[in-house]
């Protein structure tokens, strides 16, 4: 089992950036891959990027790319989210997650381990 924590949402004007952060403790980090999800009020919780155990091979969906990038420390056990450019579309809670299959996929329902969750509001 894994246990995550995510950290770095706050308030930003459109344009800007900010840095989200996913703190796993338990089990071998590196044994996972992860994702990142958002959900914003009244909406369903949507994929927003994902990389294998090895942080080979990145997934993002296409109204972040260019913008967000995904990427991991292993040996901190981090699990880091570069958002740039943002957009107030953006705004919603962030939510880090590990699964312990091979490929890292696009459905909530792929993910065993969610962490709390962190609010990211963009300004217009």
């Known amino acids: 089992q894994v246990q995550l924590v995510e950290s770095g949402g706050g308030l930003v004007q459109a344009g800007g950036s900010l840095r989200l952060f996913c703190a796993a403790s338990?089990?071998?980090?590196?044994?996972?891959?992860m994702g990142w999800f958002r959900q914003a009020p009244g909406k369903e919780r949507e994929f927003v990027a994902a990389i294998t155990w090895g942080g080979g091979t990145t997934y993002s969906v296409d109204s972040v790319k260019g913008r967000f990038t995904i990427s991991r420390d292993n040996a901190k056990k981090t699990l880091y989210l570069q958002m740039n450019s943002l957009k107030p579309e953006d705004t919603a809670v962030y939510y880090c997650?590990?699964?312990?299959?091979?490929?890292?996929?696009?459905?909530?329902?792929?993910?065993?381990?969610w962490g709390q969750g962190t609010q990211v509001t963009v300004s217009s």
């Open positions: 338990g089990r071998t980090f590196s044994s996972y891959a």
């Open positions: 997650a590990a699964t312990s299959t091979v490929a890292a996929g696009r459905l909530p329902g792929d993910y065993d381990f």
